[in-house]
């Protein structure tokens, strides 16, 4: 099983930009699609943006559709979730998820592992 573990996470002011990346190990990184979730406060985890297994295609969340841009690098076995223009309701835990299969992940059930998350918050 892949084991994955993010970075980036930190406090900024609405419109700043950060970028969150995500290391894979223990598994063949290049093999399946991966996502981005992220859980606000006293909320359910809720999709935000996934890529396929080749990088060639791309989904997002409609709160984050020309905002967020998520991208990979099969040879480093990282994914990163690229966000501008952060508002102060993308608060929250970002994790990075690996799919069950070579597809994106929109959905937990579709999810095979997750990291541990890290903290976005963006204050106003």
């Known amino acids: 099983q892949v084991q994955l573990v993010e970075s980036g996470g930190g406090l900024v002011q609405a419109g700043d930009s950060l970028r969150l990346s995500c290391a894979a190990s223990?598994?063949?990184?290049?093999?399946?699609?991966m996502g981005w979730f992220r859980q606000a406060p006293g909320k359910e985890r809720d999709f935000v943006a996934t890529?396929?297994?080749?990088?060639?295609?791309?989904r997002y969340a409609d709160s984050v559709k020309g905002r967020f841009t998520v991208s990979r690098d099969n040879a480093k076995n990282t994914v990163s979730l690229q966000m501008n223009s952060l508002k102060p309701e993308d608060t929250a835990v970002y994790y990075c998820?690996?799919?069950?299969?070579?597809?994106?992940?929109?959905?937990?059930?579709?999810?095979?592992?997750w990291g541990q998350g890290t903290q976005v918050t963006v204050s106003s």
């Open positions: 890529i396929s297994w080749d990088g060639s295609s791309t």
């Open positions: 223990g598994g063949t990184f290049g093999t399946y699609g």
């Open positions: 998820a690996a799919a069950r299969s070579s597809l994106m992940v929109t959905k937990e059930t579709d999810v095979g592992s």
